[in-house]
């Protein structure tokens, strides 16, 4: 689908920088905007030009807010109509959804984004997206000495609060909300600061895979069940529901060519072909990884509504019977009543790739512990 990705906020801003680093003219991205209040967080960004970030907010000193969720509500309402004037270039128009990327625990992203919801949704007919990152639990954690006292206030005492009441505020604005758990992707011996390159490409990687499987281009074989808007759509609702995005690779091994003269000193005649079984096997490991492997968020008892499947690679790995088989064994493993289901052929990959969306899931315990915070 044509998709045009908004950054809000520090968080926001730095994963749709990822997005233009490593997919900058992809035909999935109609548009990538960043907007945030702080000017040096914006002059940090490395790869998306000059006219396509902007700062809003002179009120803020061209500051951050310091995790004041209300001030970022007051600017976000102020600035909403400005925000939708910086996109004109990029011809929101003809953009068939819009995804709003943010750091759900900060002030100025979390704060506008409910506001620019609004605003999409009054200008343009496509659906609007939020993929929020959830903050980490370290992160309100009181910081304490080695000997166990409490040096200092948490990092950022707020964010808990604020995740909870953006959630409430994107949900009712927003057709779907794809929650990003920190929590479950920072390692052990990882400090937040030196984890976010990893998890942002993690983000990245997931948006590219679900969003960008129907836009392959020209020279890439057609696919047997083409994906688009529509079918994202049909799996999400409308409804500002939570859906949770699985995605895993599977490393494959080129057949070996052959030459029609049988020394291979001339090159193949035709393209060698992959076993089937080999094929089998790729497809239905990568699918069980997708669906029970660590996700965007975890799904409890891997339940949901309404389930999206996605499996890409080589063409000559797309095994057909295989997928069937994986839509079958996903409707059991999710009690979805349907599964829609789309492939995307690539012959550039050396792997097979499976997303698996499920979408009107019941709260994870990371997310009761955060809306938790403000009752």
Known sequence: MR??????????CRIVDGLAAEHDGDRLLQGLSAFDTDMDALGSLRHLDDDRRYRFGDAAGGDGLGGDLHAGRRLGTAHADELTREMDDERPSI??????????????????????????????????????????????????????????????????????????????????????DNDSWVRADETIADAAPRVNAAIVERIVALFGAGEAGDDVSTPQQVLDASDVARAVGSDGEIAAIGYATQGIEPPESGSRFGFGLFGSSKPAEVDTSAAVSAVETVIRKA????????????????????????????????????????????????????????????????????????????????RASIE
């Not at 998709?3 to 926001?12: E, P, Q, T």
């Not at 999409?120 to 980490?136: E, K, S, W």
């Open 95 to 180: 953009a068939e959804a819009f995804l709003l990327v943010v750091g759900l625990g900060g002030a100025a992203g979390a704060g506008a984004a409910p506001a620019l919801a609004e605003e999409l949704d009054r200008l343009y007919d496509a659906p609007t997206y939020a993929l929020g990152v959830l903050p980490a639990r370290g992160e309100t954690d009181p910081r304490t000495t080695d000997q166990g006292r409490d040096e200092s206030p948490p990092r950022r005492p707020l964010a808990d609060k604020n995740a909870a009441r953006t959630l409430d505020a994107l949900s009712a604005r927003v057709d779907a909300v794809f929650p990003f």
């Open 3 to 12: 998709l045009h990705v908004i950054g809000l906020g520090g968080a926001g």
């Open 291 to 370: 669906a029970r492997g660590k996700g965007s968020i975890e799904v409890p008892e891997g339940r949901a509504d309404r389930t999206l499947l996605v499996v890409g690679g080589p063409p000559a790995w797309l095994n057909r019977t295989a997928i069937a088989d994986g839509r079958r064994w996903l409707a059991q493993e999710t009690g979805s009543d349907a599964i829609l289901s789309g492939d995307a052929p690539n012959e550039d990959r050396d792997d097979v790739f499976a997303v698996v969306l499920r979408s009107g899931i019941d709260d994870t315990e990371r997310l009761s512990e955060i």
